[in-house]
């Protein structure tokens, strides 16, 4: 068994990275990316308890990374969450939430709008972000960013409320998006100004796999203005913009390339075709992830993962624009062999030259 299947931790270094989501040509091999991974998985890799931002930074170096993901201490009260108490634990990169979650709508009116517990971005807690830049090994930078605009308006209404509200309440609407856009955008902002991070990452699913949740012209009047803002903050700093959406994108994929996307996550497979993908906007968009998480990450079993990571390593990869990851998140019911044989596969595989792994 080689070093590599070990999980010796890598060399770490953003660089690699930074050079594939610019579309810089061909780093020394093949990163992997994930927006998520679960605590339950970090936990089991680790083989210890996940309860502090050096136990993040533990499991996203010994696995290989360039980075560690890490968002800022906040969130907004929305229509489904609901956590018991004893699962309120350290939350990493996505935080954990003890709302009730019973109801069917939070605001529906304009009197339900005054009375919601707005986040407040003079309040929010940055102090995990800080201890992380202090804590990276060498070579390693933090890709932050904030949840979706989209996703939180309509969660925040319900979706039924929401779509209603589309046709009778658009002023409410409108007051929604931007409220929600204003704090995101300002600690998006704050966020850009620190050192340590190397890439913003903006999580919002806009769409099913038959196509988009709402119709592309709300998007356009609502969502977009505020995308292409954060654009320009990246590129006023240098930095890479990846937008997560699970999806069918085809539709709106113009729009979101004139936000100023330099890559997109994760390429759903049942969604999009991604050799369609790399070949249409491949010279534009970076592609992340794309390694199917039901039938290969969940059920499959190793061999079937190695074998899906060095077909879409075979494909996508020359020339640079792609990162090996899954075409969602990591979550907790991936079983920790499966996720191993990931990571395992695209060190194994992900050598450039690519064509040089194949002549084997």
Not at 170 to 190: G, I, N, S, Y
Not at 229 to 234: D, Q, R, Y
């Amino acid at each position: 068994m080689t070093s590599e299947d070990q999980f010796v931790p890598l060399n770490p270094n953003f660089q690699r990275l930074r050079r594939v989501l610019m579309l810089e040509g061909e780093p020394d091999r093949v990163p992997n990316v994930e927006l998520h991974v679960d605590w339950q998985v970090k936990q089991a890799f680790l083989g210890r308890p996940i309860e502090s931002v050096q136990d993040d930074i533990d499991f996203w170096h010994q696995g290989g990374y360039d980075y560690v993901h890490l968002r800022a201490n906040y969130e907004y009260r929305m229509v489904g969450d609901g956590h018991r108490d004893e699962d309120h634990i350290y939350g990493g990169d996505m935080q954990v939430t003890t709302w009730g979650g019973d109801e069917t709508s939070l605001v529906s009116g304009w009197d339900d709008y005054e009375q919601y517990p707005w986040p407040d971005p003079e309040t929010i807690d940055f102090s995990n972000l800080g201890t992380c830049a202090e804590l990276l090994p060498h070579g390693m930078k933090i890709i932050s960013g904030v949840g979706g605009i989209f996703t939180r308006v309509w969660r925040i209404m319900g979706f039924e409320t929401f779509c209603y509200a589309l046709v009778d309440q658009t002023d409410l609407v409108a007051e929604l998006f931007h409220r929600v856009a204003e704090t995101q955008l300002a600690v998006f902002r704050r966020i850009v100004e620190m050192d340590a991070i190397g890439t913003m990452w903006y999580g919002d699913d806009l769409a099913y796999y038959s196509g988009t949740m709402v119709s592309p012209t709300v998007l356009r009047k609502y969502l977009f203005p505020y995308m292409e803002e954060m654009g320009a903050i990246c590129r006023s700093r240098d930095l890479p913009f990846i937008l997560h959406s699970d999806g069918n994108l085809w539709e709106i994929l113009p729009d979101l390339l004139a936000c100023g996307l330099n890559a997109l996550h994760p390429v759903e497979p049942k969604a999009m075709d991604s050799r369609e993908l790399k070949a249409r906007v491949g010279g534009r968009l970076c592609l992340l992830g794309n390694v199917e998480i039901g039938e290969t990450l969940t059920l499959g079993t190793p061999t079937d993962v190695e074998s899906e990571v060095r077909e879409r390593i075979r494909t996508l990869a020359p020339g640079g624009g792609y990162a090996v990851g899954s075409s969602n998140t990591v979550a907790h019911y991936v079983p920790l062999e499966n996720f191993q044989a990931m990571v395992r596969a695209t060190r194994r595989h992900g050598r450039y030259p690519i064509a040089v792994n194949y002549c084997d």
